[in-house]
């Protein structure tokens, strides 16, 4: 399978501190790869110099056969890798139907300030629609997403994320602060969009339940390092990753549980 992105011997170090050291990953296209380790660990610098918000300190990454490591966020998002935040990153006063207008005005716009984006949307209302349905939010279609709840919020960010039509998708905790009933919901609608789109997907997750779920691969950072590299079940039952990352008690022998 085409490899659509790459990471080749990254290395970021903010003084003393070493974030990321000799990071070496290719990511086959539609794929679904999972991030885990303990905080600090080094998954966000990865995710941040995958999307240009950290410059690494020595090291490239390529999109395809493009060298993208010297291009500012908005120029990669522009190329289709798009990233949704821990903290959603919404237009709080806006509706949802506003706030996904923006989205489509970017699409629309050829890449236009956020601010002026919706203004080159034309005619978008099938298309905002089609996203509300998709992503179970026509309920919510005109409430400020100020007052969302957090599930919801996710959700929206995430939809703001896909409405720019993107090749890759980084997102960082989707299911953080959002309850167990509904986290695999939540999931599983991301899931069916990303299929339908055919989005390669790479997520930061401290839920093992949802890394062993939903992902065909799983890289686990300890300390900068990525100390393991594979299928889930193997992943998560290496020594390391249950020494550094989900701790001792997790059994060892513990199957995959994945829902493609």
């Known amino acids: 399978m085409a490899v659509v ?41 990865f995710i941040n110099m995958v999307t240009g918000y950290l410059k690494p300190s020595s090291g490239s990454i390529a999109f ?50 956020w601010a002026d984006a919706s203004r080159h949307a034309g005619t978008p209302s099938e298309t905002v629609d089609s996203i509300l349905e998709r992503f179970n939010l026509t309920g919510y279609r005109d409430k400020p997403a100020g007052v969302l709840p957090e599930g919801v919020r996710k959700l929206l960010d995430i939809a703001m994320a896909m409405a720019v039509k993107p090749k890759i998708l980084l997102l960082d905790e989707p299911t953080s602060g959002v309850s167990a009933d509904e ?3 939540l999931m599983d609608m991301v899931m069916e969009a990303v299929r339908a789109q055919q989005v390669t997907v790479l997520f ?8 062993n779920r939903y992902t065909h691969r799983v890289l686990a950072f300890y300390e900068g390092r990525i100390i393991a590299d594979g299928e889930p079940g193997v992943v998560l039952d290496d020594a390391e990753v249950r020494k550094y990352v989900t701790g001792e008690a997790r059994a060892a022998g513990g199957g995959k549980h994945a829902a493609h």
């Open 5 to 45: 992105l790459e990471a080749r011997g990254l290395n970021k170090n903010f003084g003393a501190v070493t974030a990321a050291a000799d990071i070496n990953v290719a990511v086959e296209r539609d794929s679904v790869v999972g991030l885990i380790g303990s905080n600090g660990a080094g998954k966000t610098t």
């Open 64 to 113: 395809g056969s493009r060298d993208i490591t010297p291009l500012a966020p908005r120029q990669i998002t522009r190329l289709g890798i798009c990233r949704s935040f821990q903290i959603p990153q919404l237009f709080s006063t806006l509706s949802v139907y506003e706030n996904l207008l923006v989205g489509v005005g970017i699409v629309a716009s050829g890449g236009a300030k």
């Open 183 to 185: 986290k695999f919901g």
């Open 204 to 211: 930061v997750e401290h839920d093992m339940d949802i890394v």
